[in-house]
């Protein structure tokens, strides 16, 4: 009798441990964090904390909205780069936590780029999507994915690529830059054109009231994925989530006129807002620079029209951003209506740079420049703390180690960046670690035992990124310290002192002076572009200092 009745009292014991540790258990997960990625296309760091010019000539910031919840409300890492700086390689190396030479997409097209690399290769089904999702996210992604998603307009792609739980994407390559007639593939069935498909010729927007008559009625793209992603986190319940928001903004549309498409709300509200003219704009003097970049068609100073050109695709990259700048607000205000923004990381950043004027270089982004390759990067969430500012540099490889982290999952691939957690929690700490640059335009040897026999498809000529005024080039580089050093294939080489020369100016690369430093960069970049996994990680030895003078 008396062992019945100590058999029961057991097994109730256990019973209560057990609920006691489910109870625990779901605590946990409803304890995790969330996460917001708004990532735009091709801004630069002078179209993000800047102030335009209205029409009434009051001064303006461009993005109020992400000032005031992002910058203001978190950190901001003035030194993040994207090393590859190009769409579909850093995309891909935001969601991999790796090096392009690791993750195997280093182009926009061919069998090496974009969409069919991003299949062919290991990060199909090993990303941070994935990996969030069987941790227990739910997974969401709204807006551009990989280049040549789909035909250019036909066929469009019912592809769902493997991790994502809601999937509003881009259906056709062309889709992906054009504001109005884009296609969408939304959980694998493809929609008609959306919005009106020839606005370019003929003057059709969306009406005025816009974006508030509702997305049947409004069909700008920037505001449908805003709106998407806003209903998307108000049905999320309490489930931990992860969502991804890819705009188009401010990358060019694919038709005319240049640059990319205001929403009717704000066109023409920066005609009055005077160009850039960012440190090293229309460069006087460039004969240090390689010589493929003096024998192109950036070796003439910039003309009178080139200026007017590049001051008009500023103003409507300013018009356009205002629409992202309206989509961080909404989303923001979804977290918070929902009791989610506590316990939620926001990051905002863009997956490369552009030129505007810099080097006589008036657009494109396949060069080792800072215009390039620096790109904004705020995030705010749990543990951070409100207006604070690191100046470690970090790299895009370095996102999904930090999602990682946070989120308590597990990555089923070596990744070669870390977490950034640290320097937020320190905003003074430093380190050694390097940080790889790489471009494979052609066919290279760059990539240590990597030598492909094919050739590299061209960029499509309606890229209003494609120009001859950035020309590709093979090269490999590092960013350490003080210094940012480059190898090109053909041989030519390239060393800045950034803390003394920001803008680039001052190519030393062929300094007797700096002979020591060129020995001590080429052996870290030597072990650097060959790495894997830790080994991108290790930190360099004390470098040494330029020399006086």
Partial sequence: MMRRILVALLAGGCLALASAGLLASGASAAARPSFVVIQTDDQPRNEFDRRFRDLYDNWRQIMPRTMALMRDKGITFTQYMTPFSLCAPSRAT?????????????????????????????????NLAVWLQRAGYRTLHFGKFMNNYGGPDEPAETVVPP????????????????????????????????????????????????????????????????????????????????????????HGDSRPPIGPEPPPRYYDTALRTPGPRPPGFNEADITDKPQFLQEADAAAPLSSGEIRQLDTQYRKSVEALRSVDDGVGWIIKALRETGRLANTYVIFTS??????????????????????????????????????????????????????????????????????????????????????????????????????????????????????????QNFVGIRLGPYKYIRYENGEQELYVLKDDPAELENRASDPAYRRIIRYLDTQLEALRGCKGQTCRNWAPPWPQPPAG
Avoid at 192 to 219: F, H, K, S, T, V
Avoid at 412 to 436: Q, V, Y
């Fill in 94 to 126: 935001l969601l991999s936590g790796r090096y392009a030479q690791n993750h195997g997409v280093i182009r926009i097209g061919g069998p090496r780029g974009g969409w069919a690399a991003w299949q062919s290769n290991q990060i199909m089904h090993e």
């Fill in 163 to 250: 991790g994502w739980d809601r999937w509003v994407t881009d259906a056709t390559d062309n889709s992906t830059r054009e504001f109005y007639g884009y296609r969408q593939n939304i959980d694998g069935k493809v929609t008609e054109r959306l919005g009106w498909p020839y606005y370019d010729q003929l003057g059709g927007r969306d009406p005025d009231g816009c974006p508030w008559l509702g997305i049947e009625i409004c069909n700008y793209h920037t505001d449908s994925m805003s709106q998407q992603a806003e209903a998307a986190i108000r049905k999320t319940g309490k489930r931990p989530f992860y969502l991804q928001i890819d705009y188009h903004t401010p």
């Fill in 351 to 472: 997956d490369n740079g552009f030129f505007t004027g810099q080097h006589r270089i008036t657009r494109g982004k396949l060069l080792p420049y800072d215009p390039a390759i620096r790109v904004p990067f705020v995030i705010r969430g749990p543990g951070i703390k409100p207006g604070t500012k690191s100046y470690e540099p970090v790299a895009n490889q370095d996102v999904a180690p930090t999602i990682v982290k946070l989120a308590g999952a597990r990555a089923a691939l070596t990744m070669d960046g870390r977490s950034m957690k640290r320097f937020w929690l320190d905003p003074r700490r430093r380190s050694r670690r390097p940080i790889l640059l790489s471009s494979y335009a052609t066919i290279t040897r760059l990539i240590p035992g990597d030598y492909p026999d094919e050739p590299a498809d061209p960029e499509p000529t309606g890229d209003a990124s494609a120009s001859v005024k950035s020309p590709n």
